[in-house]
């Protein structure tokens, strides 16, 4: 099955803050396949990556939607 766009945005709408890895999880998809639709969204200037990190784990980069954006583009 093919992720589409509107998958991909109901589950960052749902998991704002989930990283790439979890979402490929939570999806049901392959990490490259999520990679490449995130990716899609970063360059439409849908999505944003916002860094994070705690003493104990390693920075991550997460995903954020921006409303205006998904407005705009008539999401």
Request: net charge positive; charged share 15%.
């Amino acid at each position: 099955m093919r992720l589409t766009k509107q998958q991909l945005l109901a589950a960052l709408a749902r998991m704002p803050f989930a990283d790439t890895l979890e979402l490929a999880v939570i999806l049901g998809e392959a990490y490259a396949t999520v990679h490449r639709a995130l990716t899609g969204l970063l360059a439409d200037g849908i999505a944003a990556r916002v860094n994070h990190g705690t003493v104990h784990l390693c920075v991550a980069c997460q995903m954020e939607l921006w409303p205006r954006r998904l407005e705009a583009q008539g999401l």
